[in-house]
């Protein structure tokens, strides 16, 4: 509950109530709500105790329940006065009625137009007026809006109106705060009119439409606000021209309040009028695009901004699914689904062109399934980045030296060699295998030397050489064929103030190589096409599983970018060599794959950690993620078996039999029999992907190229 006399609560600010934000809220909205069906389910329960109950709510709720009113249909209890009885309440406020009735007059048309109700009451809660319609009110019985009803605590319960009278002060109640259940959905104003002895003449109310959802925490300020104001201001009104009917002597000065009154009127009623504007138009920003999806995909709405980005007229958004647009590796619906709010980078495809865009995910999870009902994407230009939204571009780092797990005693070596470099501001290279967690280092020691900067990961091997350039340095607009008009900026520019990640550093052209060691000595970059500096200041991790120092005598990599590069050389060992972190490690992906799906975790037999141990794991540690995520699903029992991991795994730790009677020597006979093994582990892998090469690609711990050049040299057919 919202009043104007409550320490902490609000104050009076030139006459209009100024209200509390934090109990606008939807967390409050929300709690409320909860636990009023355990009040009204419990007649132990005590609302008085709940922390998110106002006393004076509380304490009407316990009367209106001790007094039997329905809270599912008030009608039930509610009574009206006889027509003998209304003929004289209305004759005795006839004054109030006609001067009420025309100060309303300058809102009503809105009033019609936005669902609202309004009505006066007279100070024992009997109806004498009303404006608005009930065709936007089907959830409340009609009575409400009746003219005689005695709408007391007696019959309706705790409601604005009653609080208002029974405190002499303005009130106003967030929807769960009614008693009544049809009541729950709207949000009520009351203010009281008061006499020029300070007596509590009448009260005007004013209701919101039910809300079909709870509105997000902004929308519930400003309706609060301006509502509350609204009837406020129009009370101080009523009562001033109440006083002019009796006081001619003031009438001048008296005249001066009511056009003052007037004119806060008329800001307030248009301020209402944009409230419901903003609610009832999503399409509010002006260059950015709205749309609004489904748990499907399938879009329900799009703004003319969203329908010009995608290309679409008005006539061809009607069965359309926001997955047509995206790339076949997007995790946008995944994100929806979680509940994150995030901004990504995303690739567009738009008939036969693609575009970048920034998308901003804000899903609305059902309170009651805890499940995504739909989601509203924002979509705008990413040169329009903000700093906020370019920390949440390309990658998220999510992970620090806490996170990364090891027993094994020279892993543990690298990761404090890590720890220390991560304070320097140097640049830092990371080498290791694939899938040895290169990216993770990258992570943590960006969160111990930048954590509120942005993290910008580039992986140069799955990237076009076409396109490098202009994704590290960016472009102006114009400078090619396909280019946005307006350019787009490149990773290092929005890594400022943060790290710029380089995986495969390795795979970089070599003429693209000149350029970005400029930038790593100038601190400064020019976009493609442009004619501009522009300075950066970020830190930089490069990762490769290459030998550059032999690249470099092979001129193959840059000498003097090599050496700018590895000033702080960081060496990540293979999962090979370390040890028992297989087991460790093996054990921790069971628990999290299970964990995450609510599933009960499997025990890892002895023969199997055995024949895990044993195996050398060329991909390393994605490879045994994946392995694991395997073993889970093809477990019975409760017990992973040595025959629930993968066939590459037992096939290559499975004693191999040699005639002996060959005469090819020991070493020849070893790699023959190996790549007999690698053959079987692809054949196995493509069987289990259903011949899909990403998947088994990733199985293997291999990269697609990898494993398409090997496809080639086995033959094999898929």
Not at 336 to 363: C, F, H, M, Q
Not at 442 to 464: E, S
Not at 538 to 545: D, I, K, S, Y
Not at 591 to 596: D, G, M
Request: glycine share 6%; proline share 4%; aromatic share 8%.
């Amino acid at each position: 509950m919202t009043d104007t006399n409550t320490s902490g609560t609000s104050t009076i600010q030139g006459g209009i109530p100024t209200i509390n934000k934090e109990l606008l809220s939807q967390e409050r909205w929300q709690a409320i709500l909860r636990y009023k069906q355990e009040f009204l389910q419990n007649a132990a329960e005590d609302p008085l105790k709940h922390p998110y109950m106002d006393q004076e709510v509380a304490a009407s709720w316990i009367r209106s329940r001790n007094r039997g009113v329905n809270p599912y249909y008030p009608a039930t209890t509610a009574t009206k006065v006889s027509l003998e009885q209304l003929s004289e309440i209305l004759q005795a406020n006839h004054t109030l009625i006609e001067v009420t009735k025309s100060l309303s007059l300058s809102f009503k048309e809105m009033i019609l137009a936005c669902g609202y109700i309004f009505y006066l009451l007279d100070n024992n809660g009997v109806i004498l007026f009303h404006e608005g319609s009930l065709e936007s009110f089907t959830s409340l019985p009609e009575y409400c809006s009746r003219t005689g009803i005695i709408a007391n605590e007696d019959s309706e319960g705790t409601t604005a109106h009653e609080l208002c009278l029974r405190l002499k002060r303005p009130v106003q109640l967030l929807g769960p705060e009614h008693y009544c259940v049809a009541f729950q959905n709207s949000i009520a104003s009351a203010a009281p009119i008061k006499n020029e002895n300070d007596e509590i003449k009448a009260a005007l109310v004013l209701v919101s439409q039910p809300l079909l959802n709870t509105p997000d925490e902004d929308t519930l300020r400003r309706m609060g606000m301006y509502s509350l104001g609204l009837v406020t201001s129009l009370a101080t009104s009523i009562e001033t021209q109440l006083a002019l009917n009796k006081t001619t002597d003031t009438l001048n000065e008296a005249n001066e309040k009511v056009e003052s009154f007037n004119r806060q009127l008329q800001i307030t009623r248009d301020k209402l009028i944009s409230v419901h504007s903003t609610l009832n138009a999503t399409s509010a920003f002006i260059d950015e695009g709205i749309v609004i999806i489904d748990q499907s995909g399938q879009i329900l709405h799009i703004n003319p901004a969203g329908m010009h980005m995608l290309k679409l007229r008005p006539e061809e958004t009607n069965n359309r699914n926001i997955n047509e647009f995206l790339e076949g590796n997007s995790c946008l619906i995944g994100l929806a689904k979680k509940g994150e709010n995030v901004t990504i980078e995303e690739w567009l495809s738009v008939g036969t062109d693609r575009y970048s865009y920034l998308v901003t995910v804000r899903p609305i999870i059902n309170p009651d399934t805890q499940e995504l009902d739909a989601a509203v994407l924002k979509i705008s230009s990413s040169e329009k980045l903000t700093p906020a939204q370019s920390k949440k571009i390309g990658s998220l780092a999510t992970y620090t030296f806490e996170d990364i797990i090891s027993e094994n005693k020279e892993f543990k070596k690298s990761m404090a060699l890590a720890r220390r470099f991560a304070s320097s501001p140097e640049n830092s290279l990371i080498i290791g295998e694939s899938g040895t967690g290169k990216e993770l280092y990258a992570q943590a020691i960006h969160n111990v030397y930048r954590p509120q900067g942005p993290f910008m990961a580039v992986n140069c091997a799955a990237m076009p050489r076409e396109l490098i350039e202009s994704e590290l340095f960016g472009y102006e607009g114009g400078s090619f064929t396909g280019a946005e008009r307006s350019g787009r900026p490149g990773k290092i520019e929005l890594a400022h103030g943060g790290t710029l990640f380089l995986d495969e550093i390795g795979d970089m052209p070599l003429e693209l190589q000149s350029v970005l060691l400029r930038s790593l000595e100038d601190k400064q970059i020019m976009r493609v096409g442009g004619s501009r500096y522009k300075k950066v200041d970020f830190r930089l991790v490069a990762a490769t599983n290459k030998n550059l120092y032999k690249m470099v005598k092979e001129n193959l990599f840059r000498e003097d970018l090599y050496f700018r590069l590895s000033v702080l050389t960081i060496n990540i060992p293979p999962l090979r060599d370390r040890g028992n972190d297989i087991v460790v490690l093996s054990q921790y992906f069971v628990e999290s794959y299970c964990r995450k799906y609510g599933w009960k975790t499997p025990q890892i037999s002895p023969a199997a950690q055995k024949k895990i141990s044993e195996y050398g794991w060329p991909g390393n540690v994605r490879q045994l993620q994946n392995a694991m995520i395997y073993a889970v699903n093809t477990a019975q029992d409760g017990l992973i078996k040595p025959e629930n991991l993968p066939n590459y795994i037992i096939l290559e730790t499975c004693p191999v039999k040699v005639d002996k009677t060959t005469t090819i020597n020991g070493n020849v006979g070893e790699m023959l029999c190996l790549e007999n093994l690698e053959k079987a582990a692809i054949e196995t892998a493509l069987s289990h992907s259903n011949n899909c090469v990403p998947v088994a690609a990733e199985m293997l711990g291999i990269s697609r190229s990898t494993l398409y050049r090997k496809l080639k040299d086995y033959n094999i057919e898929y």
